[in-house]
Nanobody, 131 residues
Framework: QLQLVESGGALVQPGGSLRLSCAAS????????IGWFRQAPGKEHEGVSC????????NYADSVKGRFTISRDNAKNTVYLQSNSLKPEDTEVYYC????????????????????????WGQGTQVTVAS
C-alpha cells in the first residue's frame, strides 16, 4: 500500500528557499500524479502544485507561480517542491498527496475534487517563514 512521507520543512527567513521532499514507500510512484497542498490552522487546504506521473505536465497555483518548482525522480520514488523567494504568507503545513489520474488544475484547486481524487496523503511538514 502506498505511503507518503514529507520532509524538508523548516524555519526560513523571508526571501529564502527550501526544498520539500515527498518520499513514497510500499508502491512505485510511476502511475501516480502527485500534488502538493498546504494548510494553515483554521483554514481550508490550498492546492499548490501538481505533477503528472511522467513528469511531463505540471500545474501551479497563482500564489506560487514563478517561485515554486515541482519535479520528480521516479527512480528514487520521490517528488520535490523547490520553494524560492519565500514569503511570510507561505507559512503553512505542506502535504503531498497521490492520485491515479492526470495532474489537473481543477483537481488541485477544487476542494471537493481534491478530497475525492487524491486518495493517499502524507503527514505534512511545517514551513515557517519569519525573520
Amino acid at each position: 500500500q502506498l505511503q507518503l512521507v514529507e520532509s524538508g520543512g523548516a524555519l526560513v527567513q523571508p526571501g529564502g528557499s527550501l526544498r520539500l521532499s515527498c518520499a513514497a514507500s510500499g508502491s512505485s510512484l510511476d502511475h501516480y500524479a502527485i500534488g502538493w497542498f498546504r494548510q494553515a490552522p483554521g483554514k481550508e487546504h490550498e492546492g499548490v502544485s501538481c505533477i503528472s506521473s511522467s513528469g511531463a505536465s505540471t500545474n501551479y497555483a497563482d500564489s506560487v507561480k514563478g517561485r515554486f518548482t515541482i519535479s520528480r525522480d521516479n527512480a528514487k520514488n520521490t517528488v520535490y517542491l523547490q520553494s524560492n523567494s519565500l514569503k511570510p504568507e507561505d507559512t503553512e503545513v505542506y502535504y503531498c498527496a497521490a492520485r491515479i489520474g492526470p495532474c489537473s488544475i481543477e483537481a488541485l484547486t477544487n476542494t471537493a475534487r481534491t478530497i475525492t481524487e487524491y486518495g493517499t496523503w502524507g503527514q505534512g511538514t511545517q514551513v515557517t517563514v519569519a525573520s
